[in-house]
């Protein structure tokens, strides 16, 4: 009797072990990204004499996703070069202006939680990861840049059917230290720490709300950052302390009457910037999208962020981590590449898309860009304009293709020495680009 009681457990317990193993799930995929490139005047504009630029860059993935009970497990392998930049010999991708072979993703998310309670989740999401939150404007992976975004942290999740709380934090440090906690926040290479071209965070919190709607969502966020403090002396690039800055807001995305999607939000900044200066800004954004049939949407926006300065406080809008070449031009002529001073952004748009099917879907977009802030004794405020034509393929889930042109009419303000700082410029840029992805599924 006690032999069989023996069989029986341990056959229960086999059986068990055997239903949890069938459960887990892993899923190994990985991307292939190549972009070519003519850039004349991309980010800023060319001066005269100087001649266009044509590369191809390469991003490469191997993407690991493992599934099971109560825990997930993310592990993204990364590659980025551009083609030539290493001699078929010699291999230079440790130097800091090739961050080539890197760790994108390593992070594991515990469901705190027992899988049996249904209406909520408690997890904690830890390690390397993107942090993507609505439109992306403020926190998002940057996928458009090859080499992405991803920052070391912790994530604590609650979250039912229609609310989600999401807790997090991060603290960096440059190495395993014997004493102190000075970090040098000065990132490596040839690649900015934030959407603004500003220094990495030493440690960053914040606070996420999410309420699911009928046909969209709504969300605030408390973010705040933290930087050290610059030292002036020879002893070292940093001193103990930091400066704090905090960054707090509404979003909005909703559909009304299935045939008009609203999109708003606005985000005010107060603290410290990165090198102590007070600070008091705000961003403001909204648009409406009109959709004319299932194949067809139009619509106009306001993108608003202050800049300037009153007295010894600046106004200008840092914003954060975001993914700006998603709004501010394809081009990159703000928040993004080269800096264009601290005037402030004033974006009045109109975009318009057409998709035909799951195979292809193009779009084109005009902006007037102007400085929010008056500069200098320039009587007007414009950037000038840009027209951004894109257009995309996809040949099967796996393989896409996609391309685009923009062109960018400037002007002496953009130009000037305040702002992009380009002598003797043209007058006209222009920007195009092939991009083929290649998602192969490799094992499931």
């Given amino acids: 009797m006690k032999k069989q009681l023996m069989y029986a457990g341990f056959f229960s317990l086999l059986c068990t072990a055997v239903s949890l193993q069938s459960r887990a799930q892993l899923v190994v995929s990985g991307q292939l990204r190549t972009r070519s490139e003519y850039r004349d005047g991309q980010g800023a504009p060319l001066s005269k004499g100087a001649y266009p630029a044509f590369f191809t860059s390469q991003r490469t993935r191997l993407i690991f996703r493992y599934s099971m009970y109560r825990l997930k497990f993310g592990l993204d392998l990364q590659d980025v070069r551009v083609w030539g930049q290493d001699v078929s010999t010699i291999?230079?991708?440790?130097?800091?202006?090739?961050?080539?072979?890197?760790?994108?993703?390593?992070?594991?998310?515990?469901?705190?939680?027992?899988?049996?309670?249904?209406?909520?989740?408690?997890?904690?999401k830890i390690g390397r990861q993107e942090l993507v939150y609505d439109d992306q404007r403020l926190l998002g992976n940057l996928d458009w840049l090859q080499q992405g975004r991803r920052h070391d942290a912790a994530v604590l999740k609650f979250e039912t059917k229609s609310w989600m709380f999401h807790l997090a934090g991060g603290y960096n440090q440059n190495q395993e230290n014997a004493s102190g906690t000075i970090y040098n926040s000065v990132p490596p290479g040839n690649y900015t720490a934030s959407t603004n071209g500003g220094v990495m965070y030493k440690s960053m919190q914040f606070l996420y709300v999410g309420k699911k709607l009928t046909s969209g969502n709504a969300s605030f966020l408390f973010f705040t950052d933290q930087f050290s403090k610059p030292d002036t002396s020879v002893v070292a690039p940093f001193q103990t302390g930091v400066w704090a800055r905090a960054t707090t807001g509404l979003?909005?995305?909703d559909t009304l009457a299935k045939k008009i999607a609203v999109t708003a939000s606005a985000y005010y900044q107060f603290g410290k910037t990165p090198v102590g200066q007070d600070v008091s800004a705000m961003l403001l954004s909204g648009s409406v999208q009109y959709i004319i049939s299932k194949q067809f949407s139009v619509g106009p926006g306001i993108d608003y962020t202050t800049g300037g300065t009153t007295g010894t406080t600046s106004n200008t809008f840092d914003p954060l981590y975001g993914t700006p070449h998603k709004f501010w031009g394809s081009m990159d002529y703000f928040y993004a590449a080269s800096p264009f001073g601290k005037g402030g952004l004033t974006d009045y748009y109109f975009k318009a898309k057409y998709k035909t099917s799951d195979k292809f879907w193009a779009s084109a977009d005009i902006h007037q860009f102007s400085s929010a802030a008056r500069v200098g004794t320039f009587n007007t405020k414009s950037f000038g304009q840009e027209l951004d034509i894109t257009a995309a393929y996809n040949l099967t889930k796996q393989i896409s293709f996609e391309g685009g042109y923009?062109?960018?009419?400037?002007?002496a303000l953009l130009a000037s020495p305040t702002v992009k700082n380009v002598a003797n410029e043209k007058s006209d840029a222009n920007w195009g680009y092939l991009m083929i992805i290649i998602k192969p599924n490799l094992f499931k």
């Fill in 406 to 411: 923009s062109h960018f009419w400037t002007t």
């Fill in 91 to 124: 291999n230079r991708t440790t130097t800091a202006n090739n961050n080539g072979l890197l760790l994108h993703q390593a992070w594991a998310e515990i469901l705190l939680t027992d899988t049996t309670l249904k209406k909520a989740a408690l997890s904690l």
């Fill in 251 to 253: 979003y909005l995305n």
